[in-house]
């Protein structure tokens, strides 16, 4: 292709990618985290039963929408593979294929509407991913979205915070909100570990909250570091504020997947950044030791009392169990969400996964995340600003660190922890052709005379 060819491309791609009126793909995705993260995870419109979730309920009205703005388009798709729209494809097609070998063999009474409803979730999931991918006209409006990602994260880390100081969930106002209802066990009362409240933020459970603080946090301190504003310290309170939370959340899986995030996204730092990460790390940690005492200690017998950790013990002992569900209908599952809780508890999506969608669906699962990762690894390579360069390696670090959080619990039957993954496996995947299209074109070559 020649080189104007591609500056042409290049301009294609930003402008023109869809409908000039209504509601625009940053709209879609922003209102989406207001409901995903601002509304209670267990608050269902009583009509609706499990269904009825706001953010569902919007999810599924953007699959809608990305249906439309693609019959809407007038410019061509941006060139280069389109990895993690084919993933995502390859698994809808082994869900609805698994869904139907589930009707005509039969099912039992209390799995047919799980059947259901897992099959709407993965179409409202779908619909995210592809206003991500698809959806966002710019580079900047990548941008404007992964900051509010950070702040949305932030907030939620504040929120748990607070309610680890008073003890208290501080959404009891939610009960008055008429024709809904929480569809949640145990919705009233915080978990608690060790004499500590486990804060879970408007999550159902710690580990979903978990999620969302190690999957913001990467995001966070990238667009922290490369902040050239006169606002030097703002971007950095959401950084903050998820540090803290991760650190008195009592969850060894939390601790683990920040650990992982800032290990990834460290090497690309600069070395002032570095060392500062380190001293207010350490700073922080004397700080906690001295106003939550017990804490450090009880965040060193997480690790160091392994053998005879209960929750450890679970999920070793559910590998046996797997294996003789997964061995009943092995290539496509019995049918996602029709392994029920009364069946057992499984704290790690992938077995839970290989049941429901059997190998194929497990392996589809995998790859779209391997395709989310290898995306924002072009984007890395392809973008010319060291923002957008942070910013791709942050979704990498928030890809395998929300990975690792879904081999310790079942994540995707949390309404939270499976919207943030899929949101930021869309926007992983949009980062290939946004990032490359802001980069500008190669200079044409002067002919000689």
């Not at 080189?3 to 625009?24: D, L």
């Not at 092995?330 to 029709?338: D, E």
């Not at 190998?359 to 995306?375: D, N």
């Amino acid at each position: 292709m020649s080189t104007s060819a591609q500056a042409a491309t290049r301009a294609a791609s930003t402008v023109n990618i869809g409908p000039h009126r209504g509601i625009g793909g940053l709209t879609v995705l922003t209102v989406y985290l207001v409901l995903l993260f601002g509304i209670p995870s267990g608050l269902t419109i009583t009509a609706l039963g499990s269904a009825g979730r706001p953010a569902t309920l919007w999810a599924l009205g953007a699959a809608l929408w990305w249906c439309w703005h693609q019959l809407q388009r007038q410019s061509p798709l941006s060139p280069g593979p389109r990895r993690v729209s084919a993933a995502l494809f390859a698994l809808l097609a082994i869900a609805g294929f698994s869904y139907a070998c589930a009707m005509l063999r039969g099912l039992p009474t209390d799995e047919v509407s799980p059947a259901d409803n897992g099959l709407l979730r993965l179409l409202a999931w779908a619909g995210i991913l592809l206003v991500g991918v698809d959806g966002l006209p710019t580079a900047a409006d990548l941008r404007v979205l992964l900051k509010r990602v950070a702040w949305a994260g932030g907030a939620m880390a504040t929120l748990g915070i607070i309610q680890f100081l008073t003890g208290s969930l501080l959404l009891d106002f939610w009960h008055f909100v008429p024709f809904t209802v929480w569809d949640a066990p145990n919705a009233d009362a915080l978990d608690q570990r060790a004499g500590f409240v486990r804060a879970s933020g408007t999550a159902i459970h710690p580990l979903e909250y978990g999620v969302v603080l190690t999957m913001a946090f990467p995001i966070a301190l990238a667009l922290a570091t490369e902040n050239r504003s006169a606002h030097r310290l703002i971007p950095w309170l959401p950084v903050a504020a998820i540090t803290v939370a991760s650190l008195i959340s009592v969850s060894r899986s939390t601790l683990i997947g920040l650990a992982v995030g800032l290990v990834i996204l460290l090497p690309t730092l600069s070395r002032n950044i570095r060392a500062l990460i380190v001293a207010a790390g350490g700073a922080l940690a004397v700080a906690i030791a001295v106003l939550v005492p017990g804490m450090i200690g009880t965040i060193r017998g997480m690790f160091t009392g392994l053998a005879s950790d209960p929750s450890t013990a679970s999920r070793t002992n559910g590998y046996d169990i797997a294996v003789d569900y997964m061995s009943r209908f092995p290539v496509v599952g019995k049918g996602f969400g029709t392994f029920i809780t009364r069946y057992h508890i499984f704290d790690n999506q992938y077995l839970l996964l290989a049941i429901e969608l059997g190998i194929l669906g497990a392996l589809a699962f995998l790859v779209l995340i391997a395709a989310g990762i290898v995306s924002a690894a072009a984007a890395r390579r392809t973008a010319t600003e060291r923002l957008d360069r942070q910013l791709a390696q942050s979704l990498i670090a928030a890809l395998v660190a929300g990975s690792l959080m879904l081999a310790f619990f079942d994540g995707l039957s949390f309404s939270i922890s499976s919207g943030m993954f899929f949101l930021v496996i869309g926007l992983a995947g949009g980062a290939r052709h946004l990032l490359a299209a802001d980069a500008p074109a190669p200079a044409r070559p002067t002919a000689v005379r």
